[in-house]
């Protein structure tokens, strides 16, 4: 995992946050301990982007499966406001528990 974060001199809000794993194992094995930590882990897109049928207007025929292969590396972290600290330490320990994998 890398952080990608904002330019120095931007300031940014994070409505949600997307982690994406450079293992598809590593994302299997974080979005089930995630989702059974109950903390409002999900997966925002199941497919390239531009394989969904409604998006596929807006796009030059072509190659998709980078796409594919990032949303099926991607697991998206709840910034809810009803998460509190002690959630956030579970998010984080099962992260580092992952990388370290």
Partial sequence: MALIK???GDL???PFVTVVFDEIEKH???L???KAAGL???IIYLKAI???DYLKRYRAAGDSNGGNDIAS??????TSSYLGTKDLAVTVNI????SEC
Avoid: H, P
């Avoid at 590396?73 to 709840?78: E, R, Y």
């Avoid at 992260?95 to 992952?98: A, D, F, G, V, W």
């Fill in 12 to 14: 940014a809000t994070y």
């Fill in 50 to 52: 531009t394989e969904y």
């Fill in 6 to 8: 904002e330019s120095s």
């Fill in 73 to 78: 590396k991607m697991v998206t972290l709840s």
């Fill in 32 to 34: 089930a301990l995630l």
């Fill in 40 to 42: 409002g882990t999900s």
């Fill in 28 to 30: 299997d094995r974080a």
């Fill in 95 to 98: 992260l580092k528990e992952i």
